[in-house]
């Protein structure tokens, strides 16, 4: 029998990464927006804290398990922004290009290059869960200044991998969730949740 739980995000292409990562177990998902759950305030400064606040949110608001991600890109030159806010780094309601046009530009005669995406991953049994399970991963790489790669979503085309000389966007969906840092929290969340019987305390 599958156990349901509540994706707290109403980001289409997370909602693609999760899909493909939890498919092998019986986890059956429900996306936020399916569920007519608002999106979460995310006021805090570090991506734990805006996890667990979306989780806490969609758990309320569901009563069931919910499953949140916090994650954006930390560039090493900017002092680690956009970080949290890398979803409106160049605004509220702004596109992707947008914000990939103002990390170039903001970029521009910078000689370090480095950067990071990290993802934070909280899962809660309920909305006032005191235990609940939290990740936080990082996948290492640098900004390029002009895109490649057709897959995947967000900084992606601008995020190169030296070792593999590709960028995010230029994996296929299934080489990208191997290695990178939503994927990596996935399969360290699922090796917790293996050894914590985590749902068999749930209120669902």
Same mark, same amino acid.
């Given at each position: 029998?599958?156990?349901r739980?509540v994706?707290?995000?109403?980001?289409?292409?997370k909602?693609?990464?999760?899909?493909?990562l939890?498919? =092998?177990?019986?986890?059956?998902?429900? !996306? +936020?927006?399916?569920?007519?759950? =608002? /999106?979460?305030?995310? @006021?805090?400064?570090s991506?734990?804290?805006? *996890?667990?606040?979306? *989780?806490?949110?969609a758990?309320?608001?569901?009563?069931?398990p919910a499953?949140?991600?916090?994650?954006?890109?930390?560039v090493? *030159?900017l002092? &680690? *922004? =956009? &970080?949290?806010?890398?979803?409106?780094?160049?605004?509220?309601?702004?596109?992707?290009?947008?914000?990939?046009?103002?990390?170039?530009?903001?970029?521009?005669?910078?000689?370090?290059?480095?950067?990071?995406?990290?993802? /934070?991953?909280?899962?809660?049994?309920? !909305? #006032?869960?005191a235990? =609940?399970?939290?990740?936080? #991963?990082?996948w290492? &790489?640098?900004?390029?200044?002009t895109p490649?790669?057709?897959?995947?979503? &967000?900084?992606? @085309?601008?995020?190169? $991998? @030296?070792?593999?000389?590709? #960028?995010? /966007?230029?994996?296929?969906?299934?080489h990208?969730? +191997?290695?990178? $840092?939503?994927?990596? !929290?996935?399969?360290?969340?699922?090796?917790q949740l293996?050894?914590?019987?985590?749902?068999?305390?749930?209120?669902?």
């Open positions: 029998m599958s156990q739980l994706l707290a995000s109403n980001n289409p292409g909602l693609r990464e999760f899909a493909d939890l498919k =092998p177990f019986a986890i059956d998902v429900i !996306a +936020q927006g399916s569920l007519n759950i =608002p /999106a979460a305030d995310e @006021p805090y400064n991506f734990v804290e805006n *996890a667990l606040a979306k *989780a806490r949110h758990s309320q608001r569901s009563s069931l499953l949140a991600d916090d994650s954006g890109i930390c090493d *030159a002092g &680690g *922004a =956009p &970080g949290v806010r890398s979803a409106r780094f160049a605004g509220e309601h702004c596109s992707d290009e947008d914000n990939n046009q103002k990390l170039i530009a903001s970029l521009q005669g910078q000689q370090n290059r480095r950067a990071h995406y990290v993802c /934070a991953l909280v899962l809660v049994r309920n !909305a #006032t869960d235990e =609940p399970l939290i990740v936080e #991963t990082r290492d &790489g640098e900004i390029i200044d490649r790669g057709a897959h995947g979503f &967000g900084y992606d @085309p601008y995020f190169y $991998h @030296p070792q593999l000389g590709k #960028t995010a /966007a230029e994996l296929s969906p299934e990208k969730n +191997q290695i990178s $840092h939503r994927g990596q !929290a996935l399969r360290e969340l699922m090796d293996r050894r914590s019987h985590f749902f068999t305390n749930s209120n669902a």
